[in-house]
């Protein structure tokens, strides 16, 4: 999952670190990747993911999304 979030997802600028998420385009890119949705059926459940990313690569935290998060 933390590949896809990697390859698709949108990184958001939070503190010293990216937040990787799964917003409306990146789950589009992934249709678009994957082309049936009978494939995104096993990822579906993870779109309420996500993932920190430390500046140096290092994964920080994986954890769900519960609120909305505020885009600054």
């Avoid at 589009?28 to 994957?34: E, Q």
């Avoid at 309420?48 to 500046?55: E, L, P």
């Amino acid at each position: 999952m933390i590949s896809l979030l990697e390859e698709f997802g949108l990184p958001m600028r939070c503190g010293g670190a990216d937040r990787l998420i799964f917003d409306k385009a990146a789950r589009r890119r992934l249709m678009r990747h994957y082309g049936e949705a009978k494939h995104l059926r096993t990822v579906e459940r993870w779109f309420n993911v996500y993932a920190v990313v430390s500046d140096e690569g290092r994964l920080i935290t994986v954890a769900r999304k519960t609120p909305r998060f505020l885009r600054h």
